[in-house]
């Protein structure tokens, strides 16, 4: 076979072995690297031998038990009493929602505003009296009935206007 130069001549190359000279080197190199492996194993096995193991396994460190220590002769004693404690403030914020307090707090928003509902009372951010309502009641309409029988209880003759039981509150 022929190959280009670079500077463009041309020169032969040697030709290349046979596929049988071949298999035969690589069969010879195979032989070598393994004598070799061989070879390696023996001298660690033979410097891993030469080292002399411990007789027994190293045992392993203890601390040391601490003595007990000295009893101490202390003075007894004595019990005092504390002195009685002051009643203690109720917690401030507001009380908690009751069957009741439900009922007294509708009739109250009842008396302002007689189309009432669980919404208008959301937009005047009373969101607590409608979910204690449903809480203490099942529905809204249940804690708004009730709440209108207190009304009618109360007032027999009928539900005064806002400004008229304004008025007659001054007066009393």
């Known amino acids: 076979m022929y190959r280009t130069r670079r500077f463009g001549t041309l020169s032969a190359m040697p030709p290349l ?10 069969g010879d190199f195979s032989a070598e690297l393994e004598q070799l492996a061989w070879a ?7 410097i891993e031998l030469s080292h002399r193991a411990p007789a027994a396994p190293l045992p392993k460190p203890r601390r040391a038990k601490a003595a007990p220590a000295p009893a101490i002769e202390a003075p007894p004693i004595e019990v005092v009493e504390p ?20 009922i007294e707090e509708l009739a109250r928003w009842l008396i302002e505003l007689p189309g009432l509902d669980a919404p208008s009372l959301r937009r005047r951010k009373q969101g607590a009296l409608v ?9 809204f309409e ?3 009935n ?10 027999p003759d009928g539900i005064p ?3 008229e039981l304004a ?3 001054r007066q009393a």
Do not use: M
Not at 146 to 155: C, F, G, R
């Open 40 to 46: 390696i194993a023996r001298e660690v096995v033979a």
């Open 146 to 155: 009730a709440s209108n029988l207190a009304l009618a209880q109360k007032y």
């Open 142 to 144: 249940a804690a708004l």
């Open 17 to 26: 072995p046979s596929a049988t000279d071949l298999a035969a080197c690589v």
């Open 167 to 169: 008025r007659s509150e």
């Open 131 to 139: 979910d204690a309502a449903r809480r203490e009641f099942g529905r």
């Open 83 to 102: 002195p009685p404690a002051e009643p203690v403030a109720a917690p401030r914020g507001r009380r908690p929602w009751t069957r009741e307090r439900v």
């Open 161 to 163: 206007k806002a400004h």
